[in-house]
């Protein structure tokens, strides 16, 4: 009898647990999301769209090149001329704080070439933002920015053929030479007793003389086959002239211009050492005796050769 009542305890409590059993079932099957669909594949963009993404991607990073390249070459040139030169500054470091400028005007203008760019009425690729996407579109887009920066650079650099290279060179070598021309026009006047001293040095380059004045210290550039310094550059043989007014090559125009009268002119070139190319003239005016002006002598022409002499070594080890 006691088993017959555990057995119908055991029978109610499984019909008791059995609807709650399959409701729990019954709600866990449906709140199971369903498995995704399958994502489509982006369909690549035409040729001719990305043609047109191509040039949309160069267009402007050739206006930033160009820009920048062009800014960086002459700010860096003025800087090499002015504080480089004055503070000594290696021609990097101008270039360096050239940059600066460079990338400055880059942030300050780049908004104004993309405005510009976008005015060019260029054909707008027809791209989606999933195509955007794309490894493909990602590559054609950086090649034109990289292709297009290269471009804007290489044309940057036609700046170089504008501006003169090698200003810095002559201005640190006039630097170099101002002990020099003190010396020529102080010493040399008084060593052979005239009125007046000059020192020109020969640049091949321009193909010019230049000298320095001794009123203003300032440079003066003239044609190295012109007047009497350029015949004695061109011949390199000295000239030795009594009356100035009486020989072809002499102009008048410095004297009426400054008031003065140039009578005797002695002319000697300066040589190198080794090669015998001439790198300099040396110019003596108006020999005086007492309150006389007279022609130069035979000694004053050994003196001036001796001069030029020292002159030459000078050169040549600011030179080297």
């Known amino acids: 009898m006691f088993a017959r009542a555990a057995t119908r305890a055991v029978a109610g409590l499984r019909a008791s647990v059995a609807p709650g059993v399959r409701r729990f079932s019954s709600n866990t099957a449906t709140s199971t999301p369903p498995p995704p669909p399958p994502t489509a594949e982006v369909p690549a963009p035409e040729f001719r769209e990305m043609r047109r993404l191509f ?3 160069a267009v402007p990073f050739v206006a930033f090149g160009f820009v920048d390249n062009s800014v960086l070459i002459h700010a860096g040139d003025m800087i090499d001329n002015t504080f480089g030169l004055y503070f000594g500054l290696p021609t990097l470091a101008a270039a360096a704080m050239g940059q600066v400028f460079s990338d400055t005007s880059g942030v300050l203008f780049g908004s104004t070439i993309e405005a510009i760019s976008t005015k060019l009425g260029l054909p707008i690729p027809k791209i989606s933002p ?4 794309l490894r493909a579109t990602k590559l054609v887009k950086t090649a034109g920015s990289v292709i297009g920066v290269v471009t804007g650079c290489c044309l940057g650099m036609l700046n170089l053929l504008i501006i003169d290279v090698g200003a810095k060179e002559r201005a640190e070598k006039e630097a ?6 003190e010396t020529v026009i102080e010493g040399g ?3 052979l007793e005239c009125d007046g001293a ?10 010019e003389l230049w000298t320095k004045t001794s009123s203003n210290d300032t440079s003066v550039r003239l044609p190295w086959d012109k007047g009497i ?14 009356d100035a007014y ?9 004297d009426e211009e400054n008031n003065y009268k140039t009578v005797s002119i002695l002319t000697h070139p300066v040589t190198h050492s080794k090669s015998g190319e001439v790198l300099a003239v040396v110019q ?3 020999k005086q005796k007492g309150s006389k002006i007279v022609p130069f002598t035979k000694e004053d022409e050994k003196l001036i050769k001796m001069l030029c002499t020292h002159v030459a070594v000078f050169i040549e080890t600011v030179d080297d």
Request: cysteine-free; aromatic content about 8%.
């Open 284 to 286: 003596m005016v108006n």
């Open 198 to 207: 000059s020192l020109f040095i020969l640049d091949y380059e321009t193909r």
């Open 246 to 254: 009486k020989h072809e090559g002499f102009s008048r125009k410095s």
């Open 55 to 57: 040039v949309h991607a």
């Open 229 to 242: 310094v350029g015949t004695v550059t061109q011949t390199g043989k000295p000239l030795n002239i009594p």
């Open 176 to 181: 170099k030479l101002s002990t020099l021309f």
């Open 130 to 133: 999933e195509q955007h996407l």
């Open 189 to 191: 006047s008084t060593m």
